[in-house]
């Protein structure tokens, strides 16, 4: 990602505290008593939760080094892990889950095309637009949605902090980190 230190930094935060809330969840899961399918599908997506917002914080603040296929490789281990999800519930959560790891795919092999000549970087570094502009304004316009659709939901459930809201605003959160990598690209 390019542009102003504080913002990658930022975005790297709000991803790495998102992915680690997730992850922590993923733990509390395993120390629970199983609850059907409902309980295993909740897993599956902490899980692809916290390896996306880790994924993401990468993303942010080492482009320079590690841009592209490690990147891509990780989207494409999250989109089989979307798509071979188990049980009924969650469909819908699973979707979004596969396309966030296209998207992820997308902008690592984008930003990973703009390296020429040994030189670390991305095709929006040289004031080049990366990736497709069809593509990345269709990934724009889910994710803002789908960032506004899920803080809608937090401040609609109202309640205490630490109940189900908090999940909702970590997906609220994931949700503006791709909205504001995809704008940087």
């Known amino acids: 990602m390019h542009g102003p230190a504080l913002v990658s930094w930022l ?10 809330y ?11 008593p199983a609850c059907g399918g409902h309980h295993r ?10 390896a996306m917002g880790l994924g993401m ?15 891509a490789l990780l989207a494409a281990v999250l989109l089989v892990g979307a798509l071979a999800g188990r049980g009924a519930g969650l469909r819908v959560h699973r979707l979004h889950h596969g396309i966030g790891a296209l998207a992820m795919a997308y902008m690592a092999l984008a930003m990973a095309g703009g390296s020429a ?7 929006g570094h040289h004031g080049q ?8 304004g269709v990934l724009l316009v889910y994710f803002g949605a789908y960032a506004l659709w899920e803080g809608s939901r937090v401040l609609a459930a109202g309640g205490p902090v630490a109940a189900a809201p908090l999940p909702r605003a970590c997906r609220a959160a994931m949700g503006i980190g791709m909205f504001a990598m995809l704008l940087s690209m």
């Not at 997730?22 to 629970?32: A, F, I, L, Q």
């Not at 599908?41 to 916290?50: F, I, K, Q, T």
């Open 22 to 32: 997730c992850g922590w969840r993923v733990r509390r899961w395993s120390t629970e």
């Open 129 to 136: 637009p990366g990736g497709l502009p069809l593509l990345t």
């Open 117 to 123: 000549g040994g030189h670390s970087g991305h095709a």
């Open 57 to 71: 914080a990468g993303m942010a603040l080492l482009p320079g080094v590690f841009w592209g296929w490690p990147y």
């Open 11 to 20: 975005l790297a935060a709000l991803a790495a505290g998102s992915g680690g």
């Open 41 to 50: 599908a909740r897993r599956e997506s902490d899980v692809l939760e916290a």
